[in-house]
């Protein structure tokens, strides 16, 4: 196949994921510029961090009702719709105005970003049925990488060289906006090459190696009728199903061990592995460069299936989360300590991308986005406690019993897995 039928047959996933990056740059975008956004407003420390909350609780807000429409109206429109409302919230802010402006944008793009992901899982499930893997894999390499460049691209334009300081200087108001006014524009595009092509190409058929996600010929936005809307009350009844609802008890004691640790990692390196902050955040880094094994192992559990590796990527986070616990007791240094971070990264990236995957395979289709939806609300309100919780306890108890916490709910993760898969 030529380099362009190549590009053609992953047209959908490559438009999909660039709307998932600019979503998770957007984000990331913002804590880098707390220290501006003060300078520009006056406001605390306090007040920027609300504003950010709310972006993250509208965000999440949005996971189940997204996935209700994507059932109810199609997933074109729903990812289209988010698309184009988080380009008009980061629009907003390329002019100067009050603080009360920046708040109810954020709030905008919180709900603009949070519509993409729960969508996508579904659509790119029924575009690449035999590559669901590989294509939430890279869905989610794409996405991290929106993560490590957004703080890039605010470094570049707050230190920016004469040339671009010059054309900056055109804007109206500080030098930060430029970051949102050339998001907003790549997402109103992104919007519209996406409600451009996407039906046409889900219209043409999908996967050539298994067959069409959507039947040839059909509405990409079109919503199964055969079993109505669903209620819910069909929601609830997932729940009734031992299997589902102990996977989904993976996934929040998953989520509530990651994102404590992602939240405190670089504390924990200082106070409990005696390390510099310089070295931490270097260490810190790393966990997040190995996202790329996101492609390997979205791949990989196409060919052997999901649960193994579920269970051996859940298992080494584990283990490295617990060996992280116990290093700093006997004195390591930050070799050991590195190692056992990226460790711990190949582990939690590799796996996410599989659980996207298997949980699109254990939910009925017909309701399918809004089942997602119903997940990724419990799974992200778990990441959500999950530093208060740490914090309070570290306050309390120190670090290494906080960590000792979250080293416990990664292998009970694990543990769980490994049942679900002994006894498939």
């Known amino acids: 196949m030529t380099a362009l039928g190549r590009l053609r047959e992953y047209d959908v996933l490559v438009l999909t994921a660039l709307i998932w990056f600019l979503a998770k740059f957007l ?10 956004l003060q300078a520009s407003y006056g406001v605390s420390n306090a007040a920027v961090g609300t504003a950010f909350t709310g972006f993250m609780i509208v965000y999440a807000a949005m996971q189940f009702p997204s996935g209700v429409l994507a059932d109810r109206l199609g997933a074109v429109r729903v990812v289209v719709a988010g698309a184009v409302l988080a380009g008009a919230g980061a629009l907003v802010l390329v002019v100067d105005s009050p603080f009360a402006v920046l708040v109810g944008a954020m709030l905008v793009m919180g709900a603009g970003t949070g519509a993409h992901k729960t969508v996508a899982v579904r659509l790119l499930s029924r575009v690449y ?36 300081a010059a054309a900056l200087s055109r804007l109206p ?8 006014l050339i998001a907003g524009v790549v997402a109103v595009g992104l919007a519209a ?70 939240a405190f990692l670089p504390l924990y390196l200082v106070d409990a592995g005696g390390l510099s902050t310089a070295t931490a955040n270097l260490i810190y880094s790393a966990l997040f460069v190995v996202s790329l094994v996101q492609l390997v192992s979205g791949d990989l559990s196409d060919r052997v299936g999901r649960l193994p590796v579920i269970v051996a990527t859940l298992a080494l986070a584990g283990a490295a989360l617990a060996a992280a616990v116990v290093l700093p007791a006997v004195g390591a240094g930050p070799v050991a300590l590195g190692a056992v971070v990226v ?22 289709d017909w309701m399918a986005g809004g089942g997602l939806g119903v997940v990724r609300t419990l799974l992200m309100g778990a990441g959500a406690f999950a530093p208060a919780v740490v914090g309070t306890l570290a306050d309390a108890a120190g670090f290494r019993v906080a960590f000792a916490l979250l080293a416990a709910s990664q292998v009970g993760a694990a543990v769980l897995a490994a049942g679900l898969w002994i006894s498939e």
């Open 27 to 36: 984000r990331y975008a913002f804590p880098p510029l707390f220290e501006p």
């Open 173 to 180: 108001g500080a030098d930060w906006r430029a970051v949102f």
């Open 343 to 364: 460790l711990l990264g190949l582990g939690a990236h590799g796996f996410r991308p599989v659980r996207g995957a298997h949980l699109v395979e254990i939910l009925p």
């Open 193 to 262: 090459a996406f409600q451009i092509r996407v039906p046409r190409r889900l219209s043409e058929g999908s996967d050539p190696d298994a067959g069409s996600g959507e039947e040839p010929g059909t509405d990409p936005n079109a919503v199964d009728e055969d079993r109505g809307e669903p209620g819910v009350r069909d929601y609830v009844d997932l729940f009734r199903a031992p299997r589902f609802s102990a996977f989904v008890g993976v996934t929040v004691l998953f989520s509530f061990a990651y994102n404590g640790t992602v």
């Open 129 to 164: 049925p035999a590559r669901t893997g590989r294509a939430l894999g890279a869905l989610d390499t794409f996405g991290a990488f929106g993560g490590v460049v957004a703080p890039a691209a605010v470094v570049l334009f707050l230190s920016a060289p004469p040339a671009l």
